[in-house]
């Protein structure tokens, strides 16, 4: 197996764009192009040719450099299949429990339903790699567009059970603001407090807080903790299904 070569692209206002390139045979994956002119300057400066395009939703912010890049490229665009006819340009589709074979390195496809209806994960487990789209965040989760809060917890629940190592490319830098309000569903989470303390540093430095680790995550990110006294105390539903819990949490951010 090889190990990813993983490099991030900051666009638009908040958004991480990751190309991952198999060392062993050159194979390199755009991870959710928003836009197409920076990853193809970031290709070039790498000296890596993009062979893959791999998109975890439709959401254009996700997408939209799509058929540009395989326009310029000829590469091979692969998405869920729950979603086909909205990822522009697929030409494979992958659905839960599939591989993918990106160069030398094995990824592990998860159905993540939830912020979209199609929405799909990729885990390069001998790279220590999840490219989560907008599921899971730095202390976060995505919005329920399309989903409910119980499927938006089924699909957290395959991801949170990961290796603690794994990091955590999301698509967004949100932590700041998922952060505080994090803080403030379980202001006593000694772990929180003091990964806030490094967010703010790094964020004031204009650096980013992406990725994380899962074992980071599961111990800060309230979505990933509806069954934590505190948070359950806070929201004042102590012994509460998981499902509400995380219902109850993930209204209280929408409205933070």
Request: charged share 25%.
């Amino acid at each position: 197996m090889s190990r990813l070569e993983i490099h991030q692209i900051p666009v638009l206002s908040d958004n991480y764009v990751y190309l991952a390139h198999c060392p062993a045979t050159g194979d390199t994956a755009v991870i959710d192009p928003a836009v197409t002119g920076p990853v193809m300057d970031a290709a070039k400066a790498k000296g890596w040719t993009i062979t893959h395009i791999l998109n975890t939703h439709h959401h254009g912010d996700h997408t939209g450099g799509n058929l540009e890049i395989k326009a310029a490229t000829g590469c091979t665009i692969v998405g869920p299949k729950a979603d086909r006819a909205r990822i522009p340009g697929i030409d494979v589709e992958v659905d839960d429990g599939d591989s993918y074979r990106l160069g030398e390195a094995d990824s592990k496809v998860f159905f993540v339903p939830g912020h979209t209806r199609g929405h799909i994960a990729y885990w390069f487990g001998d790279s220590d790699a999840l490219f989560c789209g907008d599921t899971m965040f730095a202390m976060g989760c995505g919005r329920l567009f399309e989903g409910t809060p119980a499927q938006m917890w089924h699909s957290l629940s395959k991801l949170k059970d990961l290796p603690g190592e794994t990091r955590i490319f999301c698509a967004h830098e949100y932590t700041q603001a998922n952060g505080r309000f994090a803080l403030s569903v379980e202001p006593d989470n000694t772990d929180l407090v003091a990964r806030m303390a490094e967010v703010d540093a790094k964020r004031a430095r204009d650096e980013p807080t992406v990725p994380s680790t899962l074992a980071e995550e599961r111990a800060t990110n309230p979505f990933l903790r509806p069954d934590s006294p505190l948070l359950q105390k806070t929201v004042g539903m102590v012994g509460a299904d998981p499902v509400d819990v995380f219902a109850e949490t993930r209204a209280r951010k929408d409205n933070f």
